[in-house]
């Protein structure tokens, strides 16, 4: 009975030691699973109860242009920050603060006592000066930190407002590029982290981790800021001059649709987009806005007309009257009884609305439409920029006689600035329609080097090389001798339209005396580098046609534009018909090798402005040959022969 006894002793002892060894095994396994396992999760895990981080914001990526011009930059702004739980004596440290931020000494107070791990004082202590800051650091408060912040700063101001857009108080892109490419330019944020207790006092023994900020990258445009700040120019002078609505000017590379330059009135200084109506900073009008095109739409149906070999500008005629009927309606021409007998391609020159309509009869509504759809109009081109309108067409089946001949002269049809330009760079490049484009690279902001690159898109080839060369001849023959005469740059060769548009109200009916008058212009036209385009829209006292108030402003900038583009002047061309009041301009001798003397006898209709001493020309500007206005200058440089 003992022997049974104790083996059950045994056994129980054996079962309780077995029972314990598994115990133990298990708590062994789990405190080296949470040793070696766990180790760097829970290590994580404390030390972000005891970290405290300030963040460091990246540095937003640089907005240039194609030449690394600086168009959008970053100003150093630092940030007052604030750990409560740090500060030793909250009143004097709210009473210091509220000095030297500018704030009421209660809001500084409710800032350095709440119950926060850490605070911003904002808004006066939000982006401050360095002045302020350096202040703040003098004062030497616990628990007060001022940490490296940034702002956006557009050192040309108002200079491509709407393309650029802005960035808001926590350098967030909120409209044009600085939105579209937020995420690129934003880069990612760094931090300072130290260490405290549950209180909040600091913890000496471990060491501060610093984890540096990844800047945005820089973004490289296509914008060539010599002629942005022509357009810049013109559009300026067009507004004090004709106090209009509105004004748009674009201009791209019709080879590749880069976007050269954009802008529009009214228009907004980006760093003060506060102060601005909504419906100014949020409308793009160059790709947002949409109306008839008037007459500058006739190349259309003028490339239409000569790809499908409908008509020959130069052997085929047409009489008009000043009207024409089509459908019971009788549609006038600009001018009051009409051309009378002409070619096609005076009726081109001439901008004559009848001859259009019987282009537009000759092609038909299906082949005119699917040539009007495959240029892109109907639908957004695609730039990189948000708010592009889709513009309007008629529907085919709704198309009658009527709609068919308005269509042809750019009546009844709606229509986006960017699609008239990408539509008429395709008529005269050849016949390719690209996307257009106006974000070109992605740059490291360090090494410059192009990290991402936009490479052009060619959509499709509308019509032929030898169509295109055709309306590229046309279009100069507007320019030196129809209505586009005042678009005329010596030296170059110009090719363009005119457009006079009247404008719809709300109630659906035509507007009196209230037009959008255009001009789009191509230069050099036997080898076009540059398309302009300028809308003025309801331009005050004075004649509202697009000869007499856009195709100035589009000469100006084709000349100025090529010149800054370094585009050599081309010989040949078709030679301007000076009618009044154009003037004529005078061709400059060569004076090289006269003597000073003999200066009389040449320089009837210029002036001479002499420098150097001597009896004889030995240089002279500008250069013989060239052709200047009428009283303009000529610098001669005297001396010895």
Same mark, same amino acid.
Not at 422 to 434: D, E, H, I, P, R
Not at 516 to 537: L, M, Q, R, T
């Given at each position: ?42 290590? !994580? ?17 640089? *907005?240039?242009? @194609? ?31 509220? @000095? ?26 939000? @982006? ?19 940490? =490296? ?33 937020? +995420? !690129? ?48 120019? =013109? ?12 004004? *748009? ?11 050269? &330059? ?45 790809? =499908? ?5 130069? !052997? ?8 024409i009927e089509v459908g019971g309606a009788h549609l006038h021409c600009w001018k009051s009884g009409g051309h009378g007998h002409q070619t096609y391609l005076e009726v ?17 509504? =299906? ?10 109009? $109907? ?30 002269? &750019? ?53 032929? @090389? ?17 209505? $586009? ?41 036997n080898d076009p580098e540059i398309v302009v385009y300028v809308a003025i829209d309801n331009p005050k006292d004075t004649i509202q046609f697009g000869g007499v108030v ?16 370094? *585009? ?26 006269? !003597? ?15 420098? &150097? ?12 040959? +060239? ?8 610098? *001669? ?5």
């Amino acid at each position: 009975m003992k022997r049974v006894t104790n083996m059950t002793v045994q056994k129980r002892i054996v079962t309780v030691f077995l029972f314990a060894f598994i115990v133990i095994g298990i708590i062994i396994i789990r405190l080296g699973y949470v040793q070696f396992v766990w180790s760097d999760f829970l290590m !994580e895990q404390a030390q972000a109860l005891w970290s405290r981080d300030i963040v460091f914001e990246p540095e937003r990526g640089k *907005i240039v242009d @194609k030449h690394g011009e600086v168009l959008a930059e970053n100003v150093s702004a630092p940030t007052v920050m604030v750990v409560p739980r740090q500060v030793s004596n909250p009143e004097e440290t709210a009473s210091a603060l509220s @000095k030297v931020l500018g704030m009421s000494y209660q809001d500084a107070l409710d800032n350095v006592t709440k119950n926060e791990r850490i605070v911003i004082m904002q808004p006066e202590g939000r @982006k401050i000066s360095e002045d302020k800051a350096v202040a703040v650091q003098a004062l030497n408060l616990d628990g007060v930190y001022v940490a =490296e912040d940034s702002k956006r700063h557009y050192p040309f101001g108002s200079y491509l407002s709407h393309v650029l857009g802005f960035s808001g108080i926590d350098n967030q892109g909120l409209t044009g590029l600085e939105l579209s490419y937020d +995420e !690129e330019l934003s880069g990612t944020p760094g931090s300072l982290s130290f260490y405290s207790d549950a209180k909040g006092k600091r913890m000496d023994q471990m060491a501060d981790e610093y984890k540096p900020p990844v800047d945005g990258y820089d973004l490289q445009l296509t914008i060539d800021s010599k002629v942005q700040t022509i357009i810049e120019r =013109e559009l300026d002078i067009a507004t004090a001059k004709y106090n209009p609505d509105g004004a *748009i000017a674009i201009a791209v590379n019709p080879n590749d649709g880069s976007v050269l &330059g954009m802008s529009s009135r009214p228009n907004f200084n980006p760093s003060n987009y506060q102060e601005i109506d909504a419906e100014v900073y949020n409308r793009n009008l160059p790709i947002w806005s949409t109306f008839e095109p008037g007459s500058t739409f006739k190349i259309m149906t003028l490339s239409a007309a000569l790809e =499908e070999n409908v008509v020959n500008l130069r !052997e085929d005629e047409f009489v008009d009257n000043g009207s024409i009927e089509v459908g019971g309606a009788h549609l006038h021409c600009w001018k009051s009884g009409g051309h009378g007998h002409q070619t096609y391609l005076e009726v081109v020159q001439n901008s004559c609305n009848p001859g259009f309509i019987s282009l537009g009869q000759k092609l038909g509504k =299906e082949k005119l439409f699917s040539y009007i759809e495959s240029f892109g109009f $109907g639908t957004k081109t695609g730039i990189d920029l948000q708010g592009e309108a889709n513009g309007i067409l008629f529907n085919l089946e709704n198309v009658g006689p009527v709609e068919l001949a308005t269509t042809s002269f &750019g009546q009844g049809v709606s229509v986006t600035p960017i699609q008239q330009v990408m539509a008429v760079s395709a008529a005269v490049n050849g016949g390719y329609l690209y996307e257009p484009y106006v974000a070109d690279a992605l740059l490291d902001p360090v090494s410059g080097e192009v990290v991402e690159k936009t490479e052009p898109t060619m959509k499709r080839q509308v019509i032929s @090389k030898s169509t295109s060369e055709k309306v590229r001849d046309a279009l100069e023959h507007v320019v030196a001798l129809g209505t $586009g005469r005042s678009a005329y740059v010596e030296g170059y060769r110009v090719g363009g339209k005119t457009g006079t548009a009247q404008k719809v109200g709300k109630d659906g009916r035509y507007m009196e005396n209230n037009y959008v008058v255009s001009f789009i212009g191509v230069a050099p036209a036997n080898d076009p580098e540059i398309v302009v385009y300028v809308a003025i829209d309801n331009p005050k006292d004075t004649i509202q046609f697009g000869g007499v108030v856009a195709a100035p402003i589009v000469g100006n900038v084709i000349h100025d534009s090529l010149v800054a583009m370094d *585009i050599p002047k081309q010989d040949g061309g078709v030679e301007k018909l000076y009618q009044w009041p154009d003037t004529p301009m005078v061709e400059v001798p060569d004076l090289i090798g006269l !003597e000073r003397e003999e200066l009389r006898h040449y320089l009837v209709s210029l002036q001479v402005d002499v420098l &150097g001493d001597g009896d004889y020309i030995i240089d002279q500007a500008p250069e013989a040959g +060239e052709k200047v206005a009428e009283g303009s200058k000529v610098r *001669i440089v005297l001396g010895d022969k």
